[in-house]
């Protein structure tokens, strides 16, 4: 079983997709192609509108001129609202990466604590094992055990009759 397909099932992934949800191209497209639709529909639709209620051609004019303004209202709602939505969903997948990062440093002072306390441990008890054997020793030594004169000597680097 390959390391990302053990990870799919765990809390870590929970809520990451293996791929990106955001598709730039294809939104891109269906927002321009769509703008460019209901701009011709709108135009087309509010042009033939306007020529049947003028009467005059300052009355077309000021209608012209409060297309213009609707228009730009329309479009700037719609490109907000979509520039909106992009920007949220990118900000949804930040705020989880950056959990994720969060998780990590802490999982990584966990192990780094974890192996300095286990050296500590190592260190410890390499001492205590000498301590050990000095006093066992030294305890033999008061009954002439050979081995441990021996061990004795080689520990404090010197000889002992």
Excluded: W
Excluded at 26 to 32: H, K, T
Aim: proline letters at 1%; glycine letters at 4%; one cysteine or more.
């Amino acid at each position: 079983m390959n390391t990302d397909q053990s990870l799919i099932n765990t809390r870590f992934r929970e809520g990451v997709e293996d791929r990106s949800v955001l598709k730039p191209f294809r939104s891109a497209m269906v927002v321009s192609l769509t703008y460019v639709v209901l701009l011709f529909l709108y135009i087309y639709i509010s042009g033939k509108i306007a020529l049947q209620v003028s009467a005059s051609a300052e009355i077309l004019r000021q209608i012209e001129l409060l297309k213009g303004f609707v228009f730009a209202v329309v479009t700037g709602t719609l490109l907000f609202l979509c520039i909106f939505t992009t920007a949220k969903k990118i900000s949804k997948q930040d705020d989880l990466i950056i959990a994720q990062n969060k998780s990590i440093t802490v999982s990584e002072r966990l192990v780094m604590a974890g192996l300095f306390s286990s050296s500590v441990y190592h260190d410890i008890n390499n001492i205590m094992v000498v301590a050990t054997l000095y006093t066992d020793c030294h305890d033999r030594l008061k009954s002439n055990s050979r081995l441990c004169k021996h061990l004795v000597s080689l520990f404090l680097g010197r000889h002992m009759p």
